[in-house]
């Protein structure tokens, strides 16, 4: 189970965080994963959030994967859009929780980085 955080995150960790939950966006899991890699050892709050947006992330790359070997059966095509869209908005969710220094779980994804 993952501890909770007590320490009360620097204005630098909020943003660091936020930020790999927004590169998710745009860069997929390289964001989150060079940004956990660096500072995981520097910020308890760094690492646990870096590497629960890095955890999502590849859950992404596997529905984006999914997605591509189902594009045949026609249901993939209409799964991208529907995979961007869960990308965006859960990504905005953990940036908005991040810069209030807050503690996000994404709703669905494989915790492989523990």
């Not at 590497?51 to 992404?60: D, G, H, P, V, Y």
């Not at 790359?61 to 869960?86: K, R």
């Not at 953990?94 to 709703?107: D, H, I, L, T, W």
Request: charged share 15%.
């Amino acid at each position: 189970m993952n501890e909770m955080i007590v320490e009360t995150p620097s204005q630098d960790d909020k943003n660091l965080v936020m930020l790999s939950h927004l590169l998710g966006i745009f860069f997929s899991f390289l964001g989150a994963l060079i940004i956990w890699l660096i500072k995981k050892d520097q910020s308890k709050f760094i690492e646990q959030e870096a590497k629960e947006a890095l955890n999502f992330q590849i859950t992404m790359v596997i529905g984006y994967a999914i997605a591509s070997v189902l594009v045949f059966l026609l249901i993939g095509a209409l799964m991208y859009p529907l995979l961007w869209v869960i990308n965006v908005v859960f990504c905005i969710m953990g940036a908005v929780a991040a810069s209030k220094g807050q503690s996000y779980r994404y709703p669905f994804a494989i915790r492989l980085i523990n």
